[in-house]
Structures are given as C-alpha cells and as structure tokens.
C-alpha cells in the first residue's frame, strides 16, 4: 500500500466474524491501514457478526455522531433457557418447557417491547460501573445490577419459530430495528420472562448501522487484499444530511465561524465547500431569533 493510501480518512464498513470482538477488528485494520488512529462505532459481542463500522484517521472524529444511529439486526432467541449472559455464551441456570407456546404468543408478548421502553442492559454489558466495565465485575464474581435505560424499538418482525430439543425449547428468528444503546440479549432475556419460560440468544448478526448496510460491508480477509474505504467526505453525505456552501461561507466555516443560516435539520449536518471537500459538521442553534448554525465538529 502507498504512503497515499495509508494517510487516507474514511470509514472502513466491516462483516465482523464470530468470535472476534470489535477491538480485535480495530487492531486489524490499524496494520492494515498503517495507522493507530482507527476507532469503531457501537461494539459487537464476539458471538455477534456483521456491520461494525471503522473510522480511520480524521473520519474517527465522525464515529461519535454515528453512533447515535439506527441498528438493524437479525437475531434467534432459544425460549425455555434462561443463561448467565443472556446469550448462548453463559451458563444456563433455569429452564422451562416451552413445548406450548405458539408463534401468535410469541408476536402478542413482543408486541409489547415496539415503542420507547425502559431496557435493563445485560449485566455483562460494556457499560461501566464506578469505573469499571459491567461484564469484568461479572467475570470476577460481583452481583452487579444497572438501572433501566429508555431505548426505542422501532418494529420487531418474526421469520419463523422452531421446536428443538424434543419440543422442550422454541428457536424465534426475529428482525429489530432499534436505536443505538438496545440490547438484543435484553430483549431475548426479557421476552422469556414475559412467557414465563426464560430466554436467551443464540446468534445475533447487525445487517445495518444507520445507512451503512451488509452488503457493502468487507470481510477481514477482503480487506486484507485490499482495504476499501469510504472517503470521508462520501460517508459524510451517506451519513447525514448536506449542504453545499458558497466560497464566503466555507471560509467561515473552516475555522468554526456561526453562520447566518437555517439548515433545515435539529440534528447535525454536514457542510460542504463548492469544490465538494466535507468541511465541518453543524447543528441549528435552538432559541435565537434570526437563524444562527454553530460548529459540531471541524475536519479541515
């Protein structure tokens, strides 16, 4: 790879093997990008698969924003286990014959997770406690318990229902659109204990973070071959949306100047300078008079 190469910023759209965690695929694409300045955005489980998104030199500056962005997974809850880990990865410590249970139970019991809910994250989460992530107390032995945190489940759809083991547990292949912070392990523990049999889940595979979806996503051994990038200012378009600026305007914006302007979106917007270079991201400044835009974040 060219020194060019190497000092490129864009974002790395990554197919996440199983059994590999997001900092594994981070260190990865830091020798293959031939820098340290590699970051993601919203983590996946090792046992998890799929859309990780990676941000390589200056576009590591946009990962804070993109994380606030919708997810899309598709996921297998196992009903009649319930596990340490609320995943296939911990140890089971009840179960329930599920033999009964319909898939119409099963859509009537989910139908009460779609909207704003409060979510108890799994307890071995990444989520720090004092200072320290959930799951390590877990694994050294601590009762840890986290407070509820409101998250949005957009829609919840069902594929199918399988009985195994003899009839005594009911697989449920599901697809959720949801917001950044949800936890599917939540929503599998959760729904078991709703029907009254435990739950867990066995796979999990994210197929969209935001725009960015599976299909344009790379395995670790495509990129090995060659590392394809996302140029900056395309994600930037991809991502939120745009305005394109006059000369004046862009040459405020370069060194983080307000601008007299409506942008037309609460949330941040990505500027862009008449020759297409991404500029800043900015956001509409709420309760003044005349319109005013200030800077989120500046990348020239």
Known sequence: MSDAARSESGLVVVDKPAGLTSHDVVARVRRLAGTRKVG??????PMATGVLVLGVE???RLLGHLVLADKV?????????????DDAEGEVFATAPAGELTEEDVLEALSAFVGEVDQVPSAVSAIKVEGQRAYARVRAGEQVELEPRRVRIASIEVHGATRRAAGAVLDVDVSLRC??????????RDLGRALGVGGHLTALRRTAVGPYL????????????ELTLVPI???ARQAFPAVDLTDESAADVRVGR??????GWNGPVALFAPDGAFLALYEQVPGVGDP?????????
């Open 40 to 45: 993601h955005a919203g983590t996946l489980d």
């Open 58 to 60: 200056r576009a590591t």
């Open 73 to 85: 997974y598709d996921a297998t809850i196992r009903l009649g286990v319930a596990t340490t880990t």
């Open 179 to 188: 917001s950044s912070g949800t936890y599917v392990r939540a929503v599998a």
């Open 214 to 225: 599976i299909e344009q996503a790379k395995t670790l051994e495509d990129l090995a071959g």
């Open 233 to 235: 200012a395309a994600a």
């Open 258 to 263: 307000k601008l007299a302007v409506d942008l």
């Open 292 to 300: 005013v835009a200030r800077a989120v974040a500046v990348f020239v």
